[in-house]
């Protein structure tokens, strides 16, 4: 829909131009139409006001199109939702009776962030199958409980990404209950879109498309590798990968046609560093100028950089090249803090902007060295007590194992530059 308004207008000004000389206009001066079968002009009254005075001249401009209104999405987007075994772990022992699982422990004190946004994206790292399959939460091999894809949408999450290396930790069986799982939580709530794995191909070209505000925003994502799994060459799921640039650049263009703005999700690059490799920047590059207008990088599970990238025609789209993790149960120093960032879509007549872009760091902290009772905090909420009493330098696994309040700034710093970096409330 962007950029198409001009375009119809002059289009439609050359139909009604070449197809202008089989009628002529009434005259204006005289009052007259053309003559009738006697040669006599034939008069023309001013409907419901016969004496209305012949010397003023009516109207000869066409009605005016209302003007397009300004619109605007807030938009919010979390990294990888790495729930390893921890995790789940301290959503049991905080469940209450009757209860399996309280996810909602983890997650409280980002939960207003999240539900303020008009829309809100998540990386759902680790496949949900169901209890079919068992409760996993190794570094290769994940199945999370159900309970957890249920908070995710509680907690106002639109926007449910697939597409990572974990897709077929359980086989194309456990993709495939995936799937189930979440068609049943799109059915009940038909709003959330959950993008990166597919049934079929009729299944990936059937866009996922919100309409907020009195916009629409279309969602691809793409996953550099699967961990070294692939489907079965008679599966007909479908899992884009970042090496599919021909099918990359064709979807990204047909639904650039089709909405006002186009959000892609990359799970790429490497992990446990904070550097962007040349092939991510290219990539990202070449998705902008496409025209996607907003990338949300993972994999990484660090906080990398994020910037504006300009098309050849001036405008621009905006890249956050790792998010890094929103929860996890890893026991390194840099995987300790992601990123929630914060953008406003405007749509302003036929030009769409990504502005307001603010990024507040996350932190995953746990109490003690079996990385019990972990829990996230926003920045701002974070304390000097929590810095001092935070597991990590207990915990007998990683090798970063240095935490303090300059080790967290300094991770900051390095990496959300200050015009985006958002440290209060």
Request: glycine content about 8%.
């Amino acid at each position: 829909m962007k950029k198409k308004l001009a375009a119809f207008s002059a289009a439609l000004l050359l139909i009604l131009g070449a197809s202008g000389c089989d009628f002529e206009p009434i005259s204006q001066e005289n009052n007259y139409t053309q003559p009738s079968s006697t040669g006599q002009p034939i008069p023309v009254e001013t409907q419901g006001h016969h004496d209305t005075d012949s010397s003023v001249e009516p109207t000869t401009e066409p009605p005016t199109e209302p003007p397009i209104q300004d619109s605007t999405v807030h938009f919010l987007a979390v990294g990888d939702n790495l729930v390893q075994k921890r995790v789940y772990e301290s959503a049991q022992k905080h469940a209450a009776e009757g209860e399996k699982y309280n996810f909602n422990y983890c997650y409280k004190n980002v939960a207003d962030k999240v539900a303020a946004a008009d829309l809100a994206f998540i990386n759902q790292e680790t496949i949900i199958a169901g209890d079919k399959y068992e409760i996993s939460g190794s570094n290769f091999n994940f199945n999370s409980p159900t309970q957890l894809g249920d908070e995710m949408v509680d907690l106002g999450f639109d926007i449910i990404c697939m597409s990572n290396n974990h897709a077929l930790d359980k086989g194309t069986g456990g993709l495939n209950a995936a799937l189930d799982y979440w068609d049943t939580k799109t059915s009940q709530t038909p709003t959330l879109k959950v993008i990166g794995c597919y049934r079929d191909a009729q299944d990936m070209e059937n866009y996922r498309i919100s309409e907020v505000n009195g916009m629409t925003i279309g969602y691809l994502a793409y996953t550099e590798h699967i961990n070294g799994y692939s489907l079965p060459s008679d599966s007909a799921m479908k899992i884009p990968l970042t090496s599919q640039t021909t099918l990359i650049e064709q979807q990204i263009k047909e639904l650039d046609g089709m909405v006002d703005a186009v959000v892609v999700s990359a799970h790429w690059g490497a992990e446990d560093t904070h550097t962007v490799s040349d092939s991510v920047r290219s990539l990202a590059k070449n998705m902008v100028e496409w025209g996607a207008d907003v990338i949300i990088g993972t994999h990484s599970h660090t906080l990398e950089t994020m910037e504006y990238v300009t098309r050849t025609d001036g405008t621009q789209g905006f890249v956050f090249y790792s998010l890094g993790n929103f929860i996890s149960a890893q026991t390194d120093s840099f995987n300790m803090v992601g990123g929630m960032a914060e953008f406003d879509l405007k749509q302003s007549g036929d030009q769409l902007t990504v502005e307001n872009v603010q990024v507040t760091p996350v932190i995953t902290h746990y109490d003690d060295g079996s990385l019990t009772n972990l829990r996230l905090y926003p920045y701002y909420m974070y304390t000097d007590e929590l810095v001092a009493g935070h597991g990590l330098p207990y915990s007998p696994w990683g090798t970063a194992k240095k935490w303090s309040w300059n080790v967290i700034d300094t991770i900051v710093s390095n990496n959300v530059p200050e015009e985006f970096r958002k440290l209060t409330q």
